[in-house]
């Protein structure tokens, strides 16, 4: 009977073992795409601010190429 129990249990603990390493497989694969999409966001930004930059840019030469001629 303890020797069926022991059996039983070493059992049930491989099945937990098996379910841990599915779990923390699957956590690596959901941390990269989150990763992933917190990065698009900023990229939008970035891209965002280097189009405000340039028309700046361009007003500035446009301006001053404008009061030279």
Known sequence: MAERTITEI???LARIETNVKTIAKNGADH???IR???QKNGKRFDA???AAISAAVVGVIGYA???LF
Request: charged share 40%; aromatic share 0%.
């Open 10 to 12: 070493l059992e049930a």
């Open 31 to 33: 941390e990269a795409r």
């Open 36 to 38: 992933e999409l917190e």
């Open 48 to 50: 965002l601010v280097l």
């Open 65 to 67: 190429i404008g009061k």
